[in-house]
């Protein structure tokens, strides 16, 4: 994340800021998919980001291989920039994104829905599939809201947590 941020602040001193961020449409050009997971637009979103990053993605990566977790992170990154980019164009806001918080989100997500205790709660509970949906959305958005930072994509880190807690849920980074 540190050399990709250095890179677009470079970039963005003459203008080719475009060349790291995910803006419509999104598959031009193509890297940006990749390219916005990793790039931040200050030291400080870098910071934010990679301290959430350390400390859950230490807590994901005990349970699971490098490459899964770095596909997760990438992916999740990725899909999270995505649906930043589409649902803030339907609404006419700013479209372009960059930085790792929808990955970062999906991490925490992960931590909450993958851990022991979540599981024995969510056997006990036995809830119907949509009930689940809700009780997903209604978590990711509290730590969408409780820990976004206004002006920040909370789109992108809704989407995050989302997976995160989707993904979490079916234990997939899981190594059997």
Known sequence: MVAVSLL??????????????????????????????YAHAGPGHLLSNAVVVALAGTLVSLSTTRLRFHLFFVVTGALAGVAHVWATGLLGGPTAVLGASGAAFALVGYVLAANPASGMLFDTLRLPPRVLVVLVAAVALGLTLAFSAPGSALVAHFAGAVMGLLAGRLRLLGVR
Do not use: E, N, Q, Y
């Open 8 to 37: 677009t602040w470079g970039a963005s001193f003459v203008g080719l800021v475009g060349l790291f961020a995910l803006a419509p449409p999104v598959l031009l050009p193509p890297w940006t998919l990749v390219t916005s997971v």
